[in-house]
């Protein structure tokens, strides 16, 4: 624990240097390295929790516990911390040069138990509040499922506002912690303002992309589109000269039916005729005439 003294109604505490860790979460979210990131979620619980003695408990509801955070019976039974630093926040937890993590800013300390997914919750949703795109490289429900925390969002988030709006009102109805906590959150460090670039960038670098993509695919689809339309062409100026052949076809064939019926009914007309004359009288005469008469030479 970093050493605090209190003088003149004031809590003090010793400046040390060192890397937080929420910039090791930063470095993994950087890298999307998410092993490094689950990683740094199991040390951030190790620390909050603390040793196995300090996790050996169940919580118990108790009406000054639902006075300060709202709800009390959802965490009945549940497992507990006997002590809990609620504001054991990845930038209060500093490691200086011998890698030692140190505690800062711990005013918010509990000697009662408190739910232990609860203590963790807060904990680590602050980092979604500080890293931007963290939840889109590692959503807050899924730290809560690799955690295994139980209790839903919502029931968690509730507790946890109910607990500052305790906190921070003074007795007169004055909230100077409220008005800082106000400001804090429209504040943001360079890093934060680095950060945002450099997704704003990725993020327009993806759109350059996702657009030289759809300029080269509309040229693909209208060079597509051309051949198309030229075999369309083809295939219509094909189709209207075997239209023609075809119709030529037929007319020649009708031409040939006709010029056929002709012919039949020519046939049919000479051999009526032929009939009828071999058949008449006239022409058996002549024929006996014929072989009289051949018969004297």
């Known amino acids: 624990m970093c050493p605090a003294e209190y003088q003149n109604d004031i809590l003090w505490f010793e400046y040390i240097e060192g890397e937080s860790l929420e910039d090791k979460y930063r470095i993994a979210y950087k890298e999307k390295n998410e092993s490094l990131f689950c990683d740094l979620l199991k040390l951030h619980v190790s620390l909050i929790c603390g040793n196995e003695e300090n996790s050996d408990c169940i919580f118990s509801n108790s009406p000054e516990f639902e006075s300060i955070f709202g709800i009390g019976k959802q965490f009945e039974g549940e497992k507990g911390l006997k002590i809990s630093n609620f504001d054991a926040i990845a930038s209060n937890i500093i ?13 918010w300390f509990f ?4 739910p232990k997914e609860l203590i963790i919750f807060h904990c680590i949703k602050d980092l979604y509040i500080h890293i931007h795109g963290l939840e889109e490289f590692f959503p807050l429900q899924k730290a809560m499922d690799y955690l295994e925390i139980s209790n839903t969002e919502e029931t968690l988030d509730y507790a946890c506002k109910h607990f500052f709006h305790n906190v921070v009102t003074e007795p007169d109805g004055k909230s100077f912690a409220g008005t800082k906590q106000v400001c804090l959150q429209g504040e943001q460090d360079v890093q934060y303002y680095i950060e945002d670039a450099k997704h704003a960038h990725e993020e327009w670098a ?6 030289q993509d759809a300029v080269k695919a509309y040229d693909e689809l209208k060079k597509s589109h051309k051949e198309i339309e030229d075999y369309w062409k083809q295939a219509s100026q094909a189709n209207a000269q075997l239209n023609n052949e075809l119709l030529s ?5 009708a031409d040939k039916t006709y010029e056929n019926q002709i012919y039949q009914q020519n046939i049919e007309h000479w051999k009526q005729a032929y009939e009828t004359v071999i058949n008449s009288k006239t022409w058996r005469f002549a024929n006996k005439v014929k072989r009289i008469f051949g018969r004297g030479r």
């Open 111 to 114: 000697l009662m138990p408190l």
């Open 249 to 253: 076809i037929q007319k020649l064939l």
């Open 95 to 107: 490691f200086t040069s011998d890698s030692i993590p140190t505690f800062i800013d711990y005013e």
């Open 206 to 211: 993806i759109c350059a992309k996702n657009w």
